[in-house]
């Protein structure tokens, strides 16, 4: 049944009328002194009999417990008959604590939140599908559900620090917009004083979800076929300060340890079954330098780390060229002409759309829109089959000053003190970023969209700037991962309900804290550790192994 029936008389109302009726029958026989037969007086008797217990039971408190409740006892109406309607889904109301990081105060206030759906899709521009439309198709499909779980102190401390930067990259991407200024499509966004994580979740509660195989559930093991790529090769496509074989490191036993799953089969990764998988297809990374870090991982995978000049550079397809005073451009694009296979990278290191607030100044502060994602995302989203997001090591106070961001929601500077604290805001725009996506894969089912969870810093004895290390050469946490949640809890929340489907790779990592390219560098200058990035081959190789699988 779909809708709930009408509720018909009682029991007792339906037993009282028929006795009534046997009474106004039987009555001349009873008190006229009629004849009867031997049958009529035993069925006198028992109306009588039945006529004292009616009476006794509606006396009788206890007795008239007994009777079936009256939603039980229903019957069907003539128009539920002819015309049956679908059931409205009930959505349950919960608390923001129950969806953000519970340590980040301001915005885990407990307090109860609407469960009107406020941000299922903030962002609609023209040509997106109504808000109805949506709804309906967002009742029809079930999806599977990513673990959740708490995060740790340390998965704090990585995600709100400083990044270790060196100079090569400590303000990388500084001015994005200045690359991107001809990419337009402007959106609408929500007012951020209706924002909850609950209401970004609504949106979605109808999914079903079981992921059917935890790949963060394993251990690392020596693989002698390991790595996929030299070290020494893949130049084209390699950036030289992440190829630690050109370093002055010596040890190299890092590249030799490969990850496998508990019970979850990760095929054999070759480069030509990739690209026939991919083919005539657009696989995108849009996200901080771990995001560039995977996309250069994929391009020596795909390659075996050979020369190929064949593969087309088509940055200039998506907008990607070095703008006039930028360091390097906001992002690369490589086709493989043999099947048609686009690979590209696009620098959004707050997944935000970022905007200059005076485009006459030079010294212009950037307005960082939380509530909306970035220009080039929502202009090129309609070529993508497979985007990989990733975001969190540039959230805080000295990325912001070097960058020049104002956070902005609804297109003007934030008031809303939920989300002025930067571990809020971050959390806001993964949530926000997230469910935008999820709307737009309505319009995209062929569309594969993935989140990335946080890769893991390794400082020890100090952070970035006070002298922390990561120069031991052997894993020293251990080789084995047993939780099921993940250690992310904030990407978990986020994807949790929808169709962007969680890559998580932050507990798996975090034990691999001898892969950093710590003290090693190109130049041999002494300096700060770099315990953020990876060396490569390394890591990230892995986070790509688990992508194709997942794809």
């Known amino acids: ?19 009534r009726s046997f009474w106004r029958l039987n009555y001349r026989y009873i008190f006229k002194g009629s004849s009867i037969s031997i049958d009529d007086i035993l069925t006198r008797l028992t109306l009588v009999c039945t006529t004292i217990f009616i009476w006794a039971w509606e006396k009788n408190p206890i007795l008239s417990s007994l009777l ?16 049956p309607t679908a059931s409205k889904p009930q959505i349950s109301s919960v608390t923001e604590k129950e969806v953000v990081n519970e340590h980040h105060e301001e915005i885990s206030t407990g307090i109860e939140k609407s469960t009107t759906d406020l941000i299922a899709t903030p962002f609609k521009e023209n040509g997106d ?17 990513a673990a959740t779980g708490m ?18 990259f400590s303000l990388e991407g500084e001015h994005q917009a200045k690359g991107s200024a001809n990419v337009e499509a402007p959106v609408a966004s929500t007012n951020a004083s209706s924002f909850t994580s609950d209401d970004l979740d609504t949106n979605s509660r109808t999914h079903v979800t079981k992921q059917a195989c935890n790949y963060a559930k394993g251990k690392w093991l020596i693989d002698d076929s390991r790595p996929l790529y030299s070290g020494f090769g893949c130049k084209q496509w390699l950036s030289g300060m992440w190829a630690c074989r050109l370093t002055q490191r010596t040890d190299f036993e890092y590249e030799k340890l490969r990850w496998w799953p508990n019970n979850c089969p990760m095929e054999e990764f070759t480069g030509s079954k990739f690209l026939e998988r991919m083919k005539h297809k657009t696989i995108a990374f849009v ?3 771990l995001g560039r870090q995977q996309f250069q991982s994929l391009m020596c995978m795909v390659t075996g780390g050979e020369e190929m000049p064949e593969v087309l550079d088509v940055g200039k397809e998506y907008g990607l060229v070095k703008a006039k005073g930028s360091i390097r451009p906001d992002g690369w694009a490589y086709r493989f002409p043999s099947t048609n296979t686009t690979i590209l990278y696009y620098w959004s290191a707050s997944l935000s759309d970022l905007e200059p607030i005076d485009i006459t100044n030079p ?32 959230w805080n106070r000295g990325k912001f000053r070097a960058n020049r961001w104002v956070m902005h929601v609804g297109g003007v500077p934030n008031i809303d003190r939920k989300i002025a604290d930067i571990g809020g805001a971050k959390n806001f725009t993964i949530y926000s970023i ?15 969209a993935f989140y990335r969870t946080i890769s893991p810093r390794h400082f020890f004895n100090g952070d970035w700037n006070t002298g922390g290390t990561c120069d031991n050469t052997t894993p020293s946490e251990g080789k084995e991962v047993s939780q099921d949640e993940s250690s992310d809890s904030v990407a978990a929340g986020a994807v949790k309900g929808t169709n962007v489907t969680l890559l998580d790779i932050t507990a798996l990592s975090q034990l691999r804290d001898e892969g950093h390219l710590s003290r090693y560098t190109i130049r041999a200058t002494p300096g700060m550790q770099d315990c953020l990035h990876w060396c490569l081959p390394g890591v990230p190789d892995t986070w790509n192994e688990i992508l194709v699988s997942q794809i």
Do not use: C
């Not at 049944?1 to 037993?15: D, H, I, Q, W």
């Open 1 to 19: 049944m779909n809708k709930l029936l009408a509720v018909g008389p009682t029991a007792r109302e339906k037993s009282v009328k028929l006795i």
């Open 68 to 83: 079936p409740p009256e939603d039980r006892l229903l019957q069907l109406s003539p128009e539920l008959m002819s015309v």
């Open 129 to 145: 599908v109504s808000e109805g439309e949506i709804a309906k198709e967002q009742e029809e499909r079930k999806h599977p559900d």
């Open 151 to 168: 995060v740790s102190e340390d998965s704090i401390d990585v995600e709100v620090k400083e990044e270790g930067v060196k100079d090569d």
């Open 287 to 289: 996200g901080d330098s």
């Open 363 to 394: 010294l212009t502060d950037y307005a960082m829109h939380l509530d909306r994602p970035p220009a080039f995302l929502r202009r090129f989203l309609p070529q993508f089959d497979v985007l990989v997001l990733n975001t969190g090591h540039h």
């Open 434 to 448: 997230v469910h935008w996506v999820d709307s737009q894969l309505l319009k995209y089912p062929g569309l594969k």
